[in-house]
């Protein structure tokens, strides 16, 4: 295969997904829903739910079909959706944010991760601080920036960061503290010492929070507390969160960006370079999701508190050691008790032993920090009931 040169090696490299000979490989992700698909296992590898979202927000995306919804949205987000995640903020976390100068409507968060990252950083001397495991695209457009990704460990089975190791890791060549919480894939809720130690330490060395807030009503003790919430945080915050995973909609790809207008508007100065706008039809239904009473929010929180118990119960009968997450769609199971010795092999075999997918967390951390978790698998609890007890009564073979 020939060489070709470009930036794609950066975020290749950054991501794990370079080949010793130089070609880009798939992820984990595609792997095992392959191998899912090819024997028939019950697939809880990758974090999507297989239910519907609420019927008043798809019947709205419907009617905003059928109105002509379908051409170029404004390019900050159609003013209702701006009003609507305004409305939320100020709701649920007493934030007031100006609908038009404060928030932008992007492709999904993957999309406001990528621009606010590619805003911020201005080259190899800038670093990014993040939490080791982390969401794959992180590193892919840190590299993709050409800056330098500095992982903190949450380490099992707690996951939660030696805040000795976090203040080592920021310095004043920290751009970005990168946050994710709830947090993907460990199921962890950081702490309110943590919260605060980020906030200490990204004031004193100047640096700029972005924070990942996906799973922000998947919580299952305490309600979430945005980093922007916090004294001293906002001004120097960018927060992040979507539809996806709050209402059912993981491929309708609409999520915001939010903060103190200037670093949105940084933001913004990126991203209508990417995919500019996206989801007409879709806004108009996520900001009627926006506003469904409490009640729906405080529903979907219980409904997967009881799937994540009810997998953790299962995974723990058929011999796995597994924490009790405090929040997102993700329970992490040390699979050393059922035999492995290392997560990838055992995640490649497992839908053959027993008919069931999960991750290894080897496509979460860096190469040189895989050791420490080797053994751990990660399992998605967002899928129907039914699909849980079959996983549950199929991974009972292992134990046997």
């Known amino acids: 295969m020939r060489e070709i040169p470009g930036a794609w090696r950066r975020a290749a490299e950054g991501a794990g997904l370079r080949a010793s000979d130089g070609t880009a490989t798939p992820t984990i992700f595609a ?17 999507f739910p297989d239910e519907d979202g609420p019927a008043v927000m ?12 379908n051409q170029y949205p404004p390019g900050r987000g159609f003013a ?24 932008v409507v992007t492709a999904g968060a993957t999309e406001a991760l990528a ?31 050409g800056a330098r990704l500095v992982p903190v460990p949450l380490r099992w089975p707690a996951f939660q960061p030696d805040l000795d190791e976090l203040a080592a890791a920021v310095t004043d060549r920290t751009r970005v503290i990168l946050v994710n919480d709830p947090h993907n894939p460990t199921g962890s809720v950081f702490t309110a010492e943590v919260r605060d130690t980020i906030v200490e330490l990204a004031t004193r060395h100047e640096a700029i929070i972005v924070t990942d807030e996906v799973y922000e009503h998947l919580v299952f003790d305490e309600p979430h507390v945005p980093i922007a919430t916090l004294p001293g945080a906002w ?19 609409i999520g915001w960006l939010s903060g103190p207008a200037d670093l949105v508007s940084v933001a913004l100065s990126v991203k209508q370079f990417l995919t500019y706008v996206n989801g007409s039809p879709f806004q108009p239904a996520i900001a009627t999701a926006l506003r469904l009473p409490d009640d729906f929010y405080a529903g979907i929180a219980q409904t997967l508190r009881e799937k994540r118990d009810l997998l953790g119960r299962g995974l723990r009968e058929a011999g796995f050691d597994v924490p009790v997450p405090a929040g997102s769609y993700f329970t992490v199971a040390d699979a050393a008790g059922v035999g492995a010795a290392d997560a990838t092999e055992f995640c490649r075999a497992l839908p053959d ?45 292992l134990s046997s």
């Open 31 to 47: 792997e095992m829903s392959a191998l899912a698909a090819k024997t028939g296992a019950v697939n809880l590898g990758q974090g």
């Open 235 to 253: 001004e120097r915050t960018l927060s992040i969160s979507s539809a996806g995973k709050t209402f059912s909609v993981t491929g309708w790809k």
């Open 115 to 145: 621009a606010a990252l590619l805003a911020l950083i201005d080259g190899p001397d800038d670093e990014v601080v993040v939490f080791e495991p982390f969401y794959d695209s992180y590193a892919a457009v840190v590299a993709l920036a």
């Open 58 to 69: 798809l019947e709205a995306a419907r009617d905003a079909i059928s109105h002509g919804v």
């Open 80 to 103: 209702d959706l701006l009003t609507a995640i305004a409305e939320h903020q100020r709701r649920f976390y007493g934030l007031h944010l100006d609908p038009h100068r404060d928030i």
């Open 353 to 397: 032993r027993a008919g069931v997918v999960g991750v290894p967390f080897s496509a979460f951390v860096t190469p040189a920090h895989r050791e420490q978790y080797r053994t751990l698998v990660r399992f998605a609890a967002c899928k129907r009931t039914d699909v849980l007890e079959e996983a549950v009564t199929r991974l009972a073979a």
